[in-house]
C-alpha cells in the first residue's frame, strides 16, 4: 500500500499512478518574484531645481497678475500713440485685452513650469530639456523687452539658477539612473 503525497512536501514530485494531484514548483522567492520596484530620492541638486522652477513659476504668475495693475499705462500708451483715430471704447477694449492675454500667458507658463519640473523632479530628462528651452525663451524675452522689472529679474535668475543644478553631476547621474530603473522595469 502506498501513503498518499503530502500537499506541504515541496520536494515530492508527480509520479503517474499515485493518487492525488501533480505537485508543481513552488513560487521563487520574494527576493526574485514581486519585488518592489527600486526607488530613487532625487539629489539635493535636483530638489534645490525643483523648487528653483517652482519659484520662478509664482513669479511668472505674479507678472501676469500685476498687468492688471499696468492697465492704465498700457492706456496711456495706446492713447499717445493713436494714428487711426480709435475711439475710446476701442483704446479701453484694446487695454483690457492686453492685459487679459498677459494674464493667460502667465497662467500657461506658470503651469508649464509646474508640469515640467515635477517630472523633472522624477527623474525624466525630457523635462530637464524642455525647462531649459523655457528658461532660454524668457531670457531672451526679458533681454529684448530692454530691462524688465525686478520681480522679472529675480524670477529668471530662479530659473537660471535651477536650470544649472538640473545639469550637475548628480542630477546627471540621477537622470541616467532614472532612465535605466524604467528601462529595466
Known sequence: MTTPSDPNDPNQGY????SGLPQFPAA?????????PETYTPPKEIVASFWCYIGGAVVVLLGGL???GQKQA???ALRSSNTTNATEAQLEAAANLVVIIAIVISVVLTGLYVLF???LRAGRNWARVVLTVLAV??????????????????????????????YLPNSSGYFAAMKSARFRG
Open 15 to 18: 509520479q503517474s499512478g499515485q
Open 28 to 36: 521563487p522567492p520574494p527576493s526574485e518574484y514581486g519585488q518592489q
Open 66 to 68: 500685476l498687468a492688471i
Open 74 to 76: 498700457i492706456l496711456d
Open 117 to 119: 519640473a515635477y517630472k
Open 137 to 166: 525663451l524668457t531670457l531672451i524675452n526679458l533681454v529684448s523687452t530692454r530691462g524688465g522689472s525686478a520681480i522679472g529679474y529675480i524670477g529668471e535668475l530662479a530659473v537660471v539658477v535651477g536650470c544649472v543644478l538640473s
